[in-house]
């Protein structure tokens, strides 16, 4: 058995309704505040350091000149409505 992991104490003011909503929440999934705020807090920090990880990649291809021209994009995305849409910008 793992010991249990080391843990501090966060304090947030959050608005009423977001309160409000965890209440909500704790009782449908039966599950404490404490696991509910840790997971939303877990989740969030992935999806930004994600969102960090795609960035960087993004960049890394303008630099090395990898992109694609805004009036291929524009035109593509604005064939989507017609009969005839275009294939996807590479």
Not at 1 to 28: C, G, N, Q
Not at 29 to 45: H, T
Not at 48 to 54: A, I, M, Q, S, T
Not at 63 to 75: F, K, L
């Amino acid at each position: 058995m793992e010991p249990p992991a080391k843990t501090l104490l966060l304090t947030a003011h959050v608005p009423e309704e977001l309160a409000k909503k965890v209440d909500v929440m704790t009782k449908r999934l039966d599950r404490s505040k404490n696991w509910i705020i840790n997971q939303a807090l877990s989740d969030w920090i992935d999806q930004e350091e994600e969102r960090g990880r795609l960035t960087r990649e993004a960049l890394t291809d303008v630099d090395a000149g990898r992109v694609i021209e805004h009036e291929a994009v524009q035109a593509w995305a604005e064939s989507l409505g017609s009969d005839t849409p275009l294939p996807v910008p590479r």
